[in-house]
Structure formats: C-alpha cells, structure tokens
T-cell receptor
C-alpha cells in the first residue's frame, strides 16, 4: 500500500518570503500522480498543484512550484512571495495511475502560518 | 459553475444514534468520493462511486457505515449506530473521469 509522510506538522514564514513544505511517499508503482492540496480554516480543500510521475519537469503554478525527486520519492512544495491568504493546512497526496484506483492517499498535513 | 454541495455542515449526535449526510457533486461528474478526515489527520477514502456503482469501498466500516448513489447523481452516507471515534469531518468530492477531484465544504460530525 502507498503511504505519504509530511514530517513538518507546522511551518511559519514571514510575508513575502519563501517557504518549502516537505513530503515523502512510498510506492512500488512506476506511474502515479502527486498533488498538493490547500485547506484554509473552515473552508474547503482546493488543488494547488499537480505532478505526473512520468514528467521530469517540475510543475509550477504562479507562486507555487514543486521539487519532484522520483528516485528519492520526495515531492516538496515551494511557495514564493508568501501572502497572508496562503495560511492554511497543506496536504500532500498520491494517486495511482492504475485505471481502477482513483483514491487520493493523503499525508498528515502541514499547518502553514504567515507572519505579517 | 456550482461546486460540490454538502449538507448539513454540522451535526452533533449521541453515540448509538444514526446520522446521514448528503452530497451533490458538480454537474456532469460521474465519479463521487466520500472521505473521512479525523482531526489532525489527512482525509481517508471511505467509498468511491462511478455513476451509481461502487468502485472502492475497501476502507468503509460496513458494519455501521453505508452509502448509496441511486441515480448516479447525489449521494447519501449513513452511520448507524455512531461511535465516539466517528467524530470527524466527512468530505465529499467529485471528478470528471480521472481528472482533478473537487471537494465540498464537508460535514463536521461530533459524537457525544
């Protein structure tokens, strides 16, 4: 079974600075997808960024980028120019590329605080 | 485009009572998921539907949890009887095929 580990329960960063959230995963599969989801307080979970394992190029979405290291099974999220609205729980998630298996396997989450 | 709708948003019940949650997915999304998120943990899949058929219910405690999606649109998740450890947020998500999963606001359940 696949597992996802986020070793940083909490992180904080000064507004406008850069922060990196860590995620490692364990799988025996060669093809899969990785995601970062954001869950603001009392608000619904939204997708931040997605990475296909077969793509060597790291995904980027505006101020959000990932460092995907397939051999090390590492998938970190970098947030540049942090804004107050970035404060939330961030979850790393794994999904198999198997056509029948669409469930997301989530890590424990990292609570990100932005200091003004 | 309307998002995933869930109701109620909050529910407080006594243990051994029953409770039901409702989810209406994004229009056109054939795949619907129910996740359980216990405080301090990431969500865990309970059940996945493709139209009105069950694709994965391997982590659903079937002695007390049940779910249905009779017409392939909205879905109901039921717990009977509830236990203290069922206190959690129940998230519904939907996707168009194997695309991005969009989550609803969740139902926060407290079992006393």
């Amino acid at each position: 079974a696949q597992t996802v580990t986020q070793s940083q329960p909490e992180m904080s960063v000064q507004e406008a600075e850069t922060v990196t959230l860590s995620c490692t995963y364990d799988t025996s599969e060669s093809d899969y997808y990785l995601f970062w989801y954001k869950q603001p307080p009392s608000r619904q979970m939204i997708l931040v960024i997605r990475q296909e394992a077969y793509k060597q190029q790291n995904a980027t979405e505006n101020r959000f980028s990932v460092n995907f290291q397939k051999a090390a099974k590492s998938f970190s999220l970098k947030i540049s120019d942090s804004q107050l609205g970035d404060a939330a729980m961030y979850f790393c998630a794994y999904r198999s590329a198997d056509t029948g298996a669409q469930k997301l396997v989530f890590g424990q989450g990292t609570r990100l605080t932005i200091n003004p | 485009e309307a998002g995933v709708a869930q109701s109620p948003r909050y529910k407080i019940i006594e243990k051994r009572q029953s409770v039901a949650f409702w989810c209406n997915p994004i229009s056109g999304h054939a795949t619907l998921y129910w996740y359980q998120q216990i405080l301090g943990q990431g969500p865990k899949l309970l059940i996945q539907f493709q139209n009105n058929g069950v694709v994965d219910d391997s982590q659903l405690p079937k002695d007390r949890f049940s779910a249905e999606r009779l017409k392939g649109v909205d879905s109901t998740l039921k717990i009977q009887p509830a236990k203290l450890e069922d206190s959690a947020v129940y998230l519904c998500a939907s996707s168009f095929g194997r695309g991005t999963q969009y989550f609803g606001p969740g139902t926060r359940l407290l079992v006393l």
